[in-house]
């Protein structure tokens, strides 16, 4: 789990971040609905008595360093508040039956903010704040609330935005060449990765979505057709050649920045609404990773997709 935003932090504030973990088990339907609709809308998840996770959050404190004790807040404090919050209430028990999800479907973006209703105003003093807020329900799929550092807020689920993340593999190969180059500069520019019969990686991919939450649901994007969609644009560059084989690749340099670029022009449209992609997160290999957020914060030719190399030779 990763902040799904570039955060602009104060000068002198820092974020420290914690871990829990804990197993509930849950179900998604809601009563007004018969068993055909909650099927429609949750799929799998709709069936009763229910289905388990190995749930994992990590919170985000936002806050000044103390210089009596060079910290923003004490890691005991934070632990202790998390098994309070988030652990004893919800460990090996059935999120159904929590009065907290009463009315509120126990799916990730509202487990999210039930959380966060209880933290926040926990955490919130002179010189720290909750920030952000992530919940994993598999290694694929998460959510995450980021909040302002604005204390003063009377309502504390004012000015937080809801993010959804579902990550997915691939496998493919490529070449980091440029026919304008010569050979000498090609290799002394890509190295290795200039090799002539390429090679390949599995990379991972993140989609993150975000939107407004669904008034009855609680939810910012329907899971199952996200995953199609990411399901559907991974099939045109899984176990393929990313030089010769992707159509919206064709005269691009494959580079982890050029495909998670065009692989954002593919899924934007494909993004069930009122969700919109919001960020796109290419890890290529352990060591090095890459991060979009649309043509709207890139160049102004940055456009959906990727513009062609130069072909000429110079
Ligand atoms: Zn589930
Ligand atoms: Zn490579």
Redesign the pocket.
């Known amino acids: 789990m990763t902040v799904p935003v570039p955060i602009q932090l104060p000068e002198g504030r820092v974020i420290i971040t914690r871990k829990a973990r804990f197993s509930s088990a849950h179900y998604l339907a809601l009563d007004e609905w018969d068993d055909q609709q909650n099927f429609n809308a949750f799929w799998k998840a709709s069936g009763k008595p229910g289905h388990g996770h190995n749930y994992a959050v990590e919170v985000g404190v936002e806050g000044t360093v103390d210089p009596a004790t060079g910290m923003v807040m004490n890691l005991t404090d934070l632990k202790a508040m998390l098994l309070e919050e988030a652990i004893e209430p919800f460990d090996f028990k059935h999120l159904n039956d929590d009065p907290a999800f009463a009315y509120k479907l126990p799916a990730i973006e509202n487990i999210c903010t039930v959380l966060w209703q209880c933290l926040k105003p926990r955490i919130a003093t002179p010189t720290m704040a909750l920030r952000w807020i992530a919940v994993s329900e598999t290694d694929s799929i998460w959510g995450s609330i980021l909040g302002t550092n604005d204390d003063n807020e009377t309502d504390c689920m004012t000015d937080t935005h809801h993010f959804f993340t579902k990550t997915t593999q691939f496998c493919a190969g490529?070449r980091?060449h440029n026919p304008a180059f010569s050979d000498d500069d090609n290799a002394s520019i890509f190295g290795k990765?200039n090799n002539p019969n390429g090679?390949g990686?599995n990379y991972q991919l993140d989609v993150t979505v975000t939107g407004p939450q669904d008034d009855r649901t609680g939810l910012i994007v329907d899971l199952g057709k996200l995953e199609t969609a990411v399901e559907s644009v991974v099939a045109k560059v899984d176990h393929l050649n990313l030089n010769t084989d992707v159509d919206f690749l064709t005269g691009v340099i494959p580079t982890a920045e050029n495909i998670a670029r065009g692989l954002w022009g593919q899924l934007a449209p494909l993004i069930p609404a009122p969700a919109s992609l919001h960020r796109i997160r290419l890890v290529?290999t352990y060591n090095n990773a890459v991060e979009y957020y649309g043509p709207q914060h890139g160049q102004a030719n940055d456009v959906m997709g990727v513009q062609p190399v130069a072909m000429a030779p110079r």
């Open positions: 490529h980091l990765c090679h990686h290529e």
